[in-house]
C-alpha cells in the first residue's frame, strides 16, 4: 500500500484491490486470536485484557467504516495510514473505504473473540451464531469472483473475502470444549464424520 504495488492488492486486473484498513484489522485481529488461542493459567490476565482490545478496536474500526458506508459519511479513517491512489479505485464502494462486507464481518469478529473465554452459556452460543454470520457474508464475496470474474456486486476483494472466512472458522472453532471446535476436535465417529465432510460441504455449492 505504501508503494502502491497494484499487483500485490488484488488478483485479477481490475478486481476489487484489497484495502490497508482491513489489511490491518486481520492483523489485529489475529494476534488477539493468538493471544486467546488457548485458556492458560500461566499467562497474565493482562494478556487476555489486551487480546478483547484488540478485538474491540478491530469492531469499532468494522463498525466506523460500515457506517461510512450506509450514510455516506466521510471520517478520514480509510486514508490515516495510507493514501489510496487511482489503482485502488476499481470496484470500490470509495477509493480506501473497505467494502460493507469486510467492514460488517470485522464488527462482529471483535465481540466474538471477546467471548471466547467467556462461561456463559449464551456467550458461547452468541460467539458461534456471529462467526457464522461472517463465514457466510464472506462467501458472498467468494462467489461473487466464482461466478463472475470480469466484474463485482458486493465490492469486496477477493483475498479480503477468502481471508475473512478462514478468520472466522478459525474464531469459530478456537475452542474445543464447546461449539465447533468440540466436534472437530472430539473422537468420536461424529466427529469423524464432520471433519471428513466439512471440506465437501464448503466446496461443493461453490
Same mark, same amino acid.
Given at each position: 500500500w505504501m508503494f502502491h504495488i497494484q499487483r500485490l492488492k488484488s488478483i485479477l486486473p481490475g478486481q476489487v484491490p484489497a484495502k490497508a484498513n482491513a489489511g490491518?484489522? #486481520?492483523v489485529l485481529i489475529g494476534i488477539a486470536l493468538w493471544l486467546a488461542r488457548k485458556h492458560d493459567q500461566k499467562r497474565s490476565g493482562a494478556w487476555n485484557l489486551v487480546a478483547r482490545l484488540l478485538a474491540l478496536f478491530v469492531s469499532a474500526v468494522g463498525l466506523l467504516s460500515f457506517l461510512e458506508y450506509w450514510y455516506g459519511w466521510n471520517l478520514g479513517i480509510d486514508? &490515516? &495510514?495510507f493514501l489510496s491512489g487511482p489503482g485502488d479505485a476499481p470496484g470500490s464502494v470509495r477509493i480506501g473505504l473497505m467494502s460493507p462486507i @469486510?467492514? #460488517?464481518?470485522f464488527t462482529l469478529l471483535g465481540p466474538a473473540v471477546a467471548? &471466547?473465554?467467556s462461561n456463559a452459556r449464551w456467550a458461547r452460543w452468541l460467539e458461534q451464531v456471529l462467526t457464522s454470520i461472517v463465514a457466510i457474508i464472506s462467501m458472498f464475496g467468494i462467489l461473487d469472483l466464482a461466478l463472475n470474474p470480469s466484474t463485482t456486486h458486493t465490492h469486496i476483494a477477493p483475498t479480503t473475502a477468502l481471508v475473512l472466512f478462514i478468520v472466522s472458522f478459525g474464531v469459530m472453532s478456537a475452542r474445543t470444549e464447546w461449539g465447533l471446535g468440540a466436534l472437530l476436535a472430539t473422537l468420536s465417529l461424529g466427529g469423524i464424520m464432520a471433519r471428513r465432510l #466439512?471440506? @465437501?460441504a464448503i466446496m461443493f455449492p461453490i
Open positions: 490491518v484489522c #486481520f486514508q &490515516l &495510514l @469486510a467492514a #460488517f464481518g467471548l &471466547l473465554d #466439512f471440506p @465437501a
